[in-house]
């Protein structure tokens, strides 16, 4: 007899709908499974077999043969093991066939008969509501993440008996309460903790008003990876497509169980990162840090230690906001918004101009800034220096919290989408030079004095562009419609300086 | 172009280019050896070759050296003409043609001038490298002429300085005036050229070899009325270009270092032999002119809001950040404004690690 289950595999971060069908025919007793599965496909059949027999269910002593369609689709991981179960039990009559469509089935399992945690259940789900399912059975443990799909019916179960219970017709057992959204904890990093570093704070603000990516420069313990961790703390909430796309991609990734992530990811990879590891890669293509911090920051800390080939791999996720890896015949993309801070000592030894410290030589100076140009330089809006704050400033008081920053930046960056709407950019750090040219709107003042930057050679042509960007942002923090003279001249301090300088021959 | 050689002088430029080769053995002794005449020197190194040589060398015609240089683009002058260097003729071997790039008539100009030479490590820190860059650029705005020998490090930021603040200078290489050594300063070399010389002993094109670069030492410090040593190791190479200054009677000045550093070791040594201590353009002007003759220019800053002049002030006595900002009443946005403005006029520029620094 034949029976047919759904279900979803999990492809880059997308569902991709699956048929499970189990055949069960006289024969000698035997169980294939067919439909280009990995080896924890393959190594199913012994966890189904246990799992039957543990859940004091028949295991028929047939020709049982599986097939995971299509043949075409590269199936990995134990995710199928429900459903391949429940279809068995449908085969050979234990459970009403019936009551298996309309149902989406995902899970591992145990030997036992338990349903394990299995990540990805919210791609799952999305998966079987646009498919038009109206039931997803998942493990207990998903079931908050799977729930947040509006318009299904989520049965959440932790064994295969209570799963085939619930088909036969006995009532889905409650979802498990909703674990109560833990309150921003006092321990979230807030800018109210900083103290000194006025210039790095005001470049914080300018970065997550206008999206620039930020470079800060400094020597060792300066504070550098201290503020950029402050940063998703003033950028603008999620909305709730953003943070289901993000809740979607962690829970693929196996970082996340619990219900809606609120805020913004930050992510922080080694500089021994991959280039697969950074952009997303391997076989099959799992996500990079880059798209799980998506939506959020992605901190490269130490950006001169990075290798060439993960920078390079990060240059069409900051161009294009996905990034697409192709593997044989099919290509898969993944979402990459990020916003990028890279932290850099100002030279091999960190620390370049502070007093008589630095005993770097001209050579390594070169070779330090040669390692950290290149294509990324040229997405990186903002530069900061970051210093040692002073005693006296260590003792004072803060200069604002994050909830007063994270006010003005909410309304700077609905200033930018009003501005910017039908140029194809969400905020300043996205403008082209068109864009820029169109809706900059520098004053007379500001023109000349950039025209003089310009001219007097403080300023690539490209260069220019950013500082340009930045302007406008820090117009729109003050709430000003035109750039004025100490908007532009305030971007220019903050600008990236040319390869040459800061070495000592030109 | 002109081309002022005589016979003897193109003979003896020829012989040191066909030498070439054989001087690098013994390229210790290299100064005694151009003591020597062209005869004692074709003895002492031309080798199996030597009846060979000298009968070239008497074949060698003005000519030819004459057709070289002007192929090349370069002048040339020979110790017996007028245009030549005075400062030169004091070496015990004064080169017998010197090969110019730039102009002769520019050299000889800017030689009217007090010259200094500026030399040191080939790796310096980034402190020497600032030191010599804003020593040698003030030195250009006060009017002197910044030699130099456009080695990677200390050479080149000289070179830089002084072009930076829109100064001429003279670069004497060790190979041929039109060939950049290192590589790396072809562009460095075209800058010099634009406004300033650059000068050799040897025809162009010849690429430099080691015995060569001592031998420059000596050029640099003939041409120089003081030699500024900023950085450099236990046997550094500008320490030679020093002891020429010293043997030529000229002056020496060295920049103090840290006190353990090992950059530091070949200018304390000048120190304690006696050099002058030179932590300023303006020392070098009072070894020059004498104490208090001639003061390092100070830049416009009339026009500037007094805001600005106190930041100004604050980073030229090295303050930077909030406490250069609380001097002038400013704070972060204002502040970082007004650095740019000051940066746009020219009168604080990014140092290493970003840092500000007054011109």
């Keep these: 007899m034949l029976a047919q289950v759904t279900t979803f595999a999990i492809d880059g971060v997308d569902p991709r709908q699956v048929w499970l069908e189990v055949d069960i025919r006289a024969g000698l ?5 067919v439909g280009l599965g990995d080896t924890a496909v393959r190594e199913s059949r012994d966890r189904i077999r246990s799992a039957v027999l543990n859940s004091r269910f028949r295991f028929p002593d047939r020709r049982i043969t599986a097939n995971l369609a299509p043949a075409s689709l590269r199936k990995a991981g134990p995710g199928f093991d429900a459903g391949l179960a429940l279809g068995l039990l449908a085969a050979s009559d234990q459970l009403p066939a019936a009551s298996l469509e309309g149902c989406a089935v995902f899970g591992e399992l145990s030997l036992g008969g338990e349903l394990r945690d ?26 908050r993440e799977a729930a947040l799909v509006e318009g299904l019916e989520i049965i959440a179960v932790s064994t295969l008996r209570e799963a085939a219970s619930v088909l036969a017709g006995a009532p889905a057992p409650p979802l498990p309460r909703a674990e109560v959204e833990p309150a921003p904890a006092e321990s979230a990093p807030d800018l109210a903790d900083v103290r000194g570093h006025e210039v790095p704070l005001l470049a914080l603000q300018i970065a997550a008003a206008g999206g620039h990516n930020l470079l800060m420069e400094g020597a060792p313990g300066t504070g550098k990876t201290m503020l950029a961790r402050r940063l998703p703390s003033i950028l603008p909430p999620l909305s709730r497509e953003e943070a289901i796309e993000v809740t979607r991609i962690h829970s693929v990734a196996g970082l996340h169980a619990r219900g809606l992530i609120q805020t913004r990811p930050f992510r922080a990879p080694h500089h021994s990162i991959s280039a697969a590891g950074l952009a997303g890669g391997a076989s099959p293509p799992r996500p990079g840090e880059a798209t799980l911090a998506n939506h959020g920051v992605l901190f490269l800390d130490e950006l001169s230690e990075f290798g060439r080939p993960a920078l390079e791999a990060l240059r069409q996720p900051l161009e294009d906001g996905e990034v697409s890896i192709v593997r044989g015949q099919r290509s898969l993309s993944f979402p990459t918004r990020f916003m990028l801070v890279a932290a850099t000592n100002p030279c091999p030894c960190g620390f370049a101009g502070v007093e008589d410290r630095c005993t770097c030589g001209e050579a390594d100076l070169r070779r330090h800034r040669r390692r950290l140009s290149g294509p990324l330089l040229d997405r990186l809006d903002l530069l900061v220096d970051v210093r040692r704050p002073a005693d006296a400033e260590l003792r004072g008081p803060s200069h604002v919290s994050s909830a007063q920053v994270g006010e003005r930046v909410a309304v700077a960056r609905e200033r930018q989408r009003a501005r910017l709407q039908g140029t194809g950019a969400g905020c300043n750090g996205d403008m082209d030079a068109r864009a820029a040219r169109h809706t900059a709107a520098l004053d007379g003042e500001a023109e000349a004095e950039l025209a003089r930057a310009y001219t007097e050679g ?49 | 172009m002109s081309a002022r050689v005589c016979p003897d002088c193109a003979r003896r430029a020829w012989l040191l280019e066909r030498l070439a080769g054989h001087l690098e053995p013994v390229r210790e002794r290299i100064a005694e050896l151009l003591e020597l005449d062209d005869r004692a020197l074709v003895a002492a190194v031309g080798g199996e070759h030597r009846s060979a040589i000298e009968d070239e060398l008497e074949r060698q015609e003005v000519s030819e050296l004459e057709d070289r240089a002007e192929r090349a683009g370069v002048e040339i002058v020979c110790r017996c003409d007028s245009a030549y260097p005075v400062a030169l003729r004091d070496l015990p071997s004064p080169p017998s043609v010197l090969h110019v790039t730039g102009s002769l008539e520019r050299l000889t100009a800017l030689l009217e001038e007090p010259s200094v030479a500026i030399v040191g490590s080939r790796r310096p820190s980034s402190y020497g490298l600032e030191t010599t860059r804003r020593i040698a650029g003030e030195l ?83 041409l120089a009325d003081l030699t500024v040593l900023v950085q450099g190791r236990e046997r550094s190479g500008a320490l030679l270009t020093a002891e020429w200054a010293a043997r030529l009677g000229r002056g020496t000045g060295a920049v103090p270092g840290q006190v353990a550093g090992p950059l530091s070791a ?44 106190a930041l100004l002030e604050a980073i030229a006595d090295g303050e930077e950040g909030q406490a250069a900002f609380a001097r002038a009443g400013l704070v972060g946005e204002s502040g970082m404004a007004a650095l740019a403005r000051l940066e746009l006029d020219g009168l604080v520029r990014r140092g290493p690690g970003g840092r500000y620094l007054a011109r």
């Design chain 2, 140 to 222: 250009a705005r006060a009017g002197l002429t910044v030699v130099s020998g456009m080695a990677l490090g200390t050479d080149a930021a000289a070179h830089t300085g002084v072009l930076d603040a829109l100064g001429a200078t003279v670069a004497v290489l060790p190979g041929g005036a039109d060939v950049a050594y290192p590589a790396r300063h072809r562009r460095l070399l075209a800058r010099i050229r634009e406004r300033g010389v650059a000068v050799s002993e040897l025809g162009p094109g010849v690429m430099p070899r080691r015995w060569m670069f001592p031998a420059r030492n000596r050029i640099i410090a003939a």
């Design chain 1, 29 to 33: 007793p035997a169980f294939t499974i």
């Design chain 2, 266 to 309: 070949a200018p304390h040594r000048l120190l304690r032999e006696g050099a002058t201590l030179i932590a300023s353009a303006q020392d070098v002007l009072d070894a020059v002119y004498g104490v208090g003759a001639v003061l390092v220019p100070r830049r416009r800053t009339a026009r500037l809001e007094p805001s600005l002049t």
């Design chain 1, 458 to 506: 403080l300023l690539s042509a490209r260069g220019r562009l950013r500082v340009v960007r930045v302007a406008r942002t820090i117009a729109d923090l003050a709430g000003s419609e035109r750039i004025g003279r100490p908007d532009l001249l305030l971007a220019l301090s903050l600008r990236q300086r040319l390869a040459q300088e800061g070495v000592g021959v030109g």
């Design chain 1, 118 to 143: 299995s990540p990805g259940a919210l791609a799952v789900a999305e998966g079987a509501r646009r498919a038009g399912c109206t039931r997803l059975i998942v493990p207990r443990q998903r079931a």
